[in-house]
């Protein structure tokens, strides 16, 4: 009988998420039905698998036709990756420390991309272009002001938010204990 052969985490490895979406929700709890199946033959036979993570320690979860897979790894993620690609995800991305948020942004009302540079610090007005760049443009929702407006991004994709130093990491790093006009809420 050949050596067991287990790999570890090692230092370089984050938390890894694989958000497959689907068609409709009974096809991402089909294709949930054939994750379990993959973690429970790797349970199994572990020395089958070429990964650095434990199958108990894999989360499988569903938000309406979404399917999230998670785990902490150095990127041995092959396994799962072919796993759920062959059920038919129409859209499947990989994300390193994967975050929803809400990002709002109070700023004077009328305020836009083009004049934020002339009442806003620069550090804030690089940030804008990339959440306009990247996000595309935002709900304006009203505040209790009638003279600013929230202007309000939805993210999901790689970590770009650490709450314990409410730091935000765009194109720069902000730290918003001192911006009273910004707010990230993690969903």
Same mark, same amino acid.
């Given at each position: 009988?050949?050596?067991?052969?287990?790999?570890?985490?090692?230092?370089?490895?984050?938390?890894?998420?694989?958000?497959?979406?689907?068609?409709?929700?009974?096809? @991402?709890?089909?294709?949930? #039905?054939?994750?379990? +199946?993959?973690? &429970?033959?790797?349970? =199994?036979?572990? /020395?089958? !698998?070429?990964?650095?993570?434990?199958?108990?320690?894999?989360?499988?979860?569903?938000?309406?036709?979404?399917?999230?897979?998670?785990?902490?790894? @150095?990127?041995?993620?092959? #396994?799962?990756?072919? +796993?759920?690609? &062959?059920?038919?995800? =129409?859209?499947? /991305?990989? !994300?390193?420390?994967?975050?929803?948020?809400?990002?709002?942004?109070?700023?004077?009302?009328?305020?836009?991309?083009?004049?934020?540079?002339?009442?806003?610090?620069?550090?804030?007005?690089?940030?804008? +272009?990339?959440?306009?760049?990247?996000?595309?443009?935002?709900?304006?929702?009203?505040?209790?002001?009638?003279?600013?407006?929230?202007?309000?991004?939805?993210?999901?994709?790689?970590?770009?938010?650490?709450?314990?130093?409410?730091?935000?990491?765009?194109?720069?790093?902000?730290?918003?204990?001192?911006?009273?006009?910004?707010?990230?809420?993690?969903?």
């Amino acid at each position: 009988m050949p050596p067991q052969v287990s790999f570890r985490p090692s230092s370089h490895s984050h938390d890894y998420t694989i958000v497959a979406i689907y068609e409709t929700s009974e096809e @991402a709890k089909k294709a949930k #039905e054939q994750v379990m +199946k993959l973690l &429970a033959e790797m349970e =199994k036979d572990p /020395n089958a !698998y070429l990964v650095d993570w434990d199958p108990e320690e894999a989360e499988v979860s569903l938000k309406d036709n979404k399917l999230f897979f998670s785990v902490y790894t @150095a990127g041995y993620l092959d #396994e799962a990756e072919r +796993k759920i690609e &062959a059920t038919g995800p =129409k859209k499947m /991305n990989t !994300y390193e420390n994967y975050q929803e948020l809400t990002i709002q942004i109070t700023t004077p009302k009328g305020v836009t991309l083009e004049t934020a540079g002339l009442i806003l610090p620069a550090e804030e007005v690089s940030a804008l +272009k990339w959440l306009y760049t990247f996000l595309g443009k935002p709900t304006i929702k009203p505040h209790s002001d009638p003279d600013k407006q929230i202007l309000e991004w939805k993210y999901s994709g790689d970590g770009i938010y650490n709450s314990l130093t409410n730091t935000i990491y765009l194109p720069n790093e902000i730290n918003l204990f001192n911006r009273k006009n910004w707010k990230v809420i993690e969903e």
